[in-house]
């Protein structure tokens, strides 16, 4: 065996190792709140702390999500014990919440943002450039800046603590985003199957209908997946805008702070409930997430 071959196998070797210290070192902490839904207080709460539950209990999970099935003195056997005055409630109603408004959120994005994308990447007029970039530029902005407005914007039109005036917002967010990513798509589909459509007849209804967004489905998955995670995450405008009966899952969470300490079994078991459908969805559309990011990035 070559020197070179040797030489070449260690790089790669090396390379393998590094990049699964940097997996492990990330995964870690998922790993980690996942065995804290597991465990007892005095288990994470021990020092030096637990790693693996000694045993696997689901009362985090019956307390955080259906509280109701939970005895009231179960907490004082002999391996529980007290750690916050009060009690939490279910959680299932904000995450019904969330799933409405984000999904409501990303519908109404890509039903305005594609054809508006679509719009920048094919049709050139007066301004066009300077329009792609004022949709850019509002990005730019701090979310805290414009937070205060639009909460006194919604409270005089009554959307406060509405579905319809969180959605609305998210909107607002997520239309950049689905702009410019579906502008990167749509400049990849060459302009002579359109010019092909409209010799045969094809208008531009059909022609956007029929043929480019079945060319584009890639990329709108891709761009929907984006817009799922940022609203799904989202907290600011989330705990300004909605109240009891329209919190969402991020600020259920935020809940789980009590007076006399945090509920760190309950919040876990909440994160990871939540935490599973997106890492399901991102695992079966993962190769779409990677066009998506490289989208527009390289030109052939």
Not at 41 to 59: D, G, V
Not at 158 to 173: A, D, N, P, R, S
Not at 233 to 254: G, R, Y
Request: positive net charge; proline residues 6%; contains cysteine.
């Amino acid at each position: 065996m070559s020197v070179r071959i040797i030489r070449r196998t260690l790089d790669t070797l090396g390379t393998h190792i590094l990049l699964l210290a940097i997996a492990c070192l990330f995964a870690l902490p998922t790993f980690w709140v996942f065995m804290t839904s597991f465990k007892t207080p005095r288990e994470y709460y021990a020092m030096p702390p637990a790693f693996l539950p000694a045993q696997f209990h689901l009362f985090h999970y019956r307390k955080a999500f259906a509280p109701w099935t939970v005895n009231p003195t179960e907490m004082a056997t002999s391996y529980w014990i007290e750690e916050s005055a009060g009690r939490v409630e279910s959680v299932t109603p904000q995450i019904i919440n969330s799933v409405i408004i984000t999904f409501g959120s990303v519908l109404l994005s890509l039903a305005v943002g594609t054809p508006a994308a679509y719009s920048v990447s094919r049709y050139r007029f007066k301004g066009s450039k300077d329009l792609s970039f004022w949709v850019l530029s509002t990005r730019m902005m701090p979310p805290i800046v414009t937070a205060v407005p639009l909460y006194w914007v919604m409270r005089s039109v009554g959307l406060v603590g509405t579905h319809i005036g969180l959605i609305m917002v998210y909107v607002m967010i997520n239309l950049p985003f689905v702009v410019w990513m579906m502008k990167g798509f749509f400049d990849d589909i060459p302009i002579e199957i359109e010019e092909a459509a409209r010799i045969d007849g094809c208008g531009t209804v059909a022609l956007f209908w029929r043929i480019i967004l079945p060319l584009a489905i890639g990329g709108i998955v891709a761009t929907a997946l984006f817009c799922v995670f940022l609203s799904w995450n989202e907290f600011l405008f989330a705990v300004i805008l909605t109240d009891k009966d329209s919190q969402t899952l991020p600020v259920a969470l935020s809940l789980f702070r009590q007076d006399r300490g945090i509920l760190w079994g309950q919040m876990s078991a909440v994160i990871v409930v939540a935490t599973l459908p997106i890492l399901l969805i991102t695992l079966f559309l993962q190769k779409q997430v990677v066009r998506g990011l490289t989208a527009g990035a390289v030109k052939t």
